[in-house]
């Protein structure tokens, strides 16, 4: 080993490693300086890196091998070789100057290909992603990919991130440009998929894309940004940026319109809008941190979130978009049942008004308020018409806002207008279409309508994105719930549970099944389940939802007497809140005070029209069948008649449906039964319980049924439920 090292020694082996080294750093200091402003990507700095660290050892070997001489390159000679000593005196000095010359030269090679390669200033027109590519006016569609970082540290990863999403914010508010969410795009992080695949699957035709290098020392950033044609795989734009960290917003800025302008886009007076960037590295990496938890949409990861958020104001109390993510995640949070509502609002509500007051027009803020409006509705009309202009305010000023779609979509839910709110569900499924919220949103609204084909779709869709979701079971149990296959509604709403324990839908959905089938047991667990899930909402509205709730297990199992007991004390729980009429008319009804029924039903009618609902158009609105039923038992049969035919005029004879539900036959009975057609009645229930229809406990509590009860048809039929029930009861014990 001892001759080894003296050999490296005696053939200047050493001192050729040392001159390689020297030479390599700074020479690539200096690539890094003029690299940039020459536009030359980021991709031959790591190209010349390889080179140099693949050339380290081959010019290690060739200094051992050989010696340039005056005479040429020689073969270098043994210890043992007389004229050694000559061949080494003339040999290896002379690589000094010939490897730091090689370096130069690989450095310029190198500029020069790329130099060339760059397509920066290329006027190449980028394809639309619209039908109609020859219109100026063709909306165009762009995907930001997170920007990757050359380092390992998760807060190096942060930065790029946030620097990403503020690239997508400011890009998103030019009209004529479409802009994949981020919650989409950041599922693409270490993709292995082509360009192709996935500006197919983003729906869009261009991805900007790009790196990001911080150096903590001199305080200095590098993003290098390109642009690329999904079609062609072809990059059509490169540059990069260096500027000092101050100066961020700067490079937000450059990036941004050096987009617009190969887009050609025309700005028409028309500036884009930029929140503005923190001067503190750590606010933006703190809100980076937070928007990837409240993405995850749990309890632990909302609380989280919220922490991050706080510490990305602590550190720029300026930082807007730290107050929007605050505020969000503490609404979220709520809806997901890790927080009060008295809590959520001590915290959104704030962080609202601090977003506003920086930055008046954010379309981003004025979704929150319409949010934290909407879980809030349930006390009176005028805030849910204040959630309403709110969101209509979001998408007015951020229409590429997906969020601001999905929760305006959830308003004209409320308002039963299902065709409105499923074209905004769309538009959020476009805008983010790896979104598994926005495609259970569609699905849900297509069942609803009858149309299980097309909900199909979008289900296939959820699973391929997430297939570990719970809100795909929940709603996969409610699908079969619906259609009365009730055991296998029973076991998607446990998978749902097993991965969210206390997802309200789903323990709502368990409950409904297990009373559905008579199994005290299991309904005595499940409703202690939701008596947890309750007391953490602070809910006055859920106490009162829940005492409903059990007023209807109560019914179920044949306790009339109980269930509108348990009525009455919904009632008054909810007196507060628009739920109230609904729950006393109900009472009123079943115990046949119709005067109080019908003044409460009134009540809910006149609340309607304020709220914008069309009450007419609600396929499964018993509740207006009660109110006709009620107005004929008084006297008032003229005006039940007038009821009925608006009632009847859309919803019994809906021609876009493919498919019936049991509970779509059961309003056609009760319609029929209501007219005096015993016999037509009797049909229609014939056709829900063959559908899947089993709520026989309905036609026991339901006075319009009282005189028909002892009929042997319907006592028939009631028996073929039983033994459907009893059928089912028997696989559930098996489970």
């Known amino acids: 080993m001892k001759h080894f090292v003296n050999e490296l020694k005696r053939r200047r082996v050493f001192r050729v490693a040392t001159i390689y080294v020297v030479a390599a750093w700074p020479l690539v200091q200096i690539a890094d300086l003029l690299f940039p402003p020459l536009n030359v990507p980021d991709k031959a700095m790591a190209y010349l890196l390889i080179a140099f660290i693949a050339g380290f050892p081959v010019v290690l070997v060739l200094s051992w091998l050989f010696n340039l001489t005056s005479k040429g390159i020689i073969v270098a000679k043994s210890a043992d070789d007389p004229n050694t000593d000559e061949t080494i005196a003339e040999g290896n000095h002379h690589y000094d100057w010939v490897i730091v010359g090689s370096m130069v030269v690989v450095v310029i090679v190198f500029f020069a290909i790329f130099a060339a390669e760059s397509p920066s200033t290329l006027q190449t027109n980028i394809p639309q992603n619209s039908a109609s590519t020859d219109s100026a006016n063709a909306i165009k569609s762009l995907a930001v990919l997170p920007f990757k970082t050359f380092s390992q540290e998760i807060n190096e990863q942060y930065f790029a991130d946030g620097l990403s999403e503020e690239l997508a914010g400011a890009l998103s508010t030019m009209e004529g440009l479409r802009i994949a969410a981020n919650t989409s795009t950041f599922m693409y992080r270490d993709s292995k998929k082509s360009v192709s695949e996935i500006g197919k699957e983003l729906n869009v035709g261009i991805l900007l894309e790009g790196t990001v290098r911080r150096d903590a020392q001199d305080n200095r950033i590098r993003v290098s940004a390109s642009l690329v044609d999904v079609t062609t795989g072809a990059q059509i734009w490169a540059q990069s940026f260096v500027r000092e960290f101050k100066d961020l917003f700067k490079v937000q800025e450059e990036v941004s319109k050096a987009v617009m302008e190969q887009l050609k886009l025309k700005f028409e007076g028309k500036s884009l809008q930029y929140s503005r960037m923190p001067d503190n590295v750590d606010a933006l990496i703190a809100q980076s941190a937070g928007n990837q938890e409240m993405q995850k949409r749990t309890v632990p990861a909302l609380k989280s979130a919220i922490k991050w958020f706080q510490r990305a104001i602590e550190l720029d109390a300026s930082y807007q978009d730290a107050y929007v993510g605050l505020a969000n995640s503490a609404i979220l949070l709520r809806n997901y049942g890790g927080m009060t509502l008295d809590d959520s609002i001590k915290v959104a509500q704030p962080a609202i008004d601090k977003a506003l007051a920086i930055n008046p027009k954010s379309g981003e803020a004025f979704a929150a308020q319409g949010l934290l409006y909407l879980e809030q509705a349930t006390s009176s009309p005028t805030i849910f018409s204040l959630a309403e202009k709110n969101l209509k305010k979001a998408i007015q000023l951020s229409p590429n806002y997906a969020p601001a779609h999905m929760w305006y979509g959830n308003v004209l839910n409320a308002q039963n207008k299902d065709k409105d709110a499923l074209e905004q569900y769309q538009k959020a499924f476009v805008l983010d279409p790896r979104s598994v919220v926005a495609a259970h949103n569609i699905a849900g609204n297509l069942f609803s309508q009858g149309k299980e084909k097309e909900a199909q779709f979008y289900i296939d869709k959820i699973i391929s994105i997430d297939p570990f979701y719970p809100g795909a079971f929940a709603l996969f149990g409610s699908m079969y719930e619906k259609k009365g296959h009730l055991v296998d509604a029973y076991k998607q709403y446990l ?101 109080d029924s019908i003044v409460a039903l009134e009540k809910i009618l006149e609340e309607s029209k304020e709220l914008g609902v069309n009450v007419y158009q609600y396929t499964e609105n018993l509740e207006l069948l009660h109110y006709v039923y009620a107005l004929q038992q008084v006297g008032y049969a003229d005006k039940a008649s007038e009821v009925l035919a608006k009632m009847v005029e859309d919803p019994m004879n809906q021609q876009n449906k493919t498919q019936y539900l049991p509970s779509d036959y059961f309003i056609h009975a009760q319609v029929a039964l209501i007219k005096g057609n015993n016999d037509q009645a009797l049909l229609y229930l014939q056709l829900a319980i063959n559908a899947g229809w089993t709520s026989s406990w309905l036609l026991f509590i339901d006075p319009a049924w009282k005189d028909l009860i002892k009929d042997e048809r319907l006592l028939s039929l009631i028996q073929i439920i039983d033994q459907k029930l009893s059928s089912m009861k028997k696989r559930l014990a098996s489970t």
């Open 495 to 595: 998978r749902s549970i097993e991965l969210e324990p206390l997802g309200k839908e789903a323990n709502m959905g368990v409950f409904n099944v297990v009373s559905e089938l008579r199994d005290e047991k299991r309904m005595k667990e499940a409703l202690d389940t939701l008596v947890l899930i309750e007391k953490n909402s602070g809910d006055q509205a859920a106490a009162g939802l829940l005492m409903h709730l059990k007023a209807r297990g109560s019914a179920i199992l044949g306790h009339i007497d109980l269930s509108i007991q348990q009525m009455k004390q919904a009632s008054e729980m909810t007196k507060d809140t628009l739920i109230h009429q609904h729950i006393l008319a109900e009472e009123a009804y079943f115990s046949e005070k119709y005067t």
